[in-house]
């Protein structure tokens, strides 16, 4: 099968999505973005702020945790920025926080 027609059979393939499916695929890109952002977001405490082992092993635990709350479904994004803007002032905008 030469590429033309491979293409076109793959783009008439129908793709079944179940929930379990979706959650599966959202839950794997949310481990790929925490692996990806926690070693930017601990390098920054630790230069900016000075943390150490201690302080840095105790935010990722924490992160983890809240990440567990967000799959569960108790927290979501749209609460934690509330609680934040709330609490601490913060708004978050697209792309930024001020």
């Given at each position: 099968?030469?590429?033309?027609?491979?293409?076109?059979?793959?783009?008439?393939?129908?793709?079944?999505?179940?929930?379990?499916?979706?959650?599966?695929?959202?839950?794997?890109?949310?481990?790929?973005?925490?692996?990806?952002?926690?070693?930017?977001?601990?390098?920054?405490?630790?230069?900016?702020?000075g943390f150490g082992k201690k302080r840095l092993?105790?935010?990722?635990?924490?992160?983890?945790?809240?990440?567990?709350?967000?799959?569960?479904?108790?927290?979501?994004?749209?609460?934690?920025?509330?609680?934040?803007g709330e609490e601490v002032g913060i708004k978050?905008?697209?792309?930024?926080?001020?």
């Amino acid at each position: 099968m030469n590429k033309k027609k491979m293409k076109r059979a793959i783009q008439k393939t129908e793709v079944k999505l179940t929930n379990e499916k979706i959650y599966k695929i959202k839950e794997e890109a949310t481990t790929q973005a925490l692996a990806m952002i926690l070693p930017l977001a601990m390098l920054a405490l630790r230069d900016a702020e000075g943390f150490g082992k201690k302080r840095l092993l105790r935010f990722h635990d924490k992160i983890l945790e809240i990440n567990d709350d967000i799959n569960d479904g108790r927290l979501n994004i749209k609460d934690i920025e509330d609680v934040i803007g709330e609490e601490v002032g913060i708004k978050f905008t697209d792309g930024g926080a001020e």
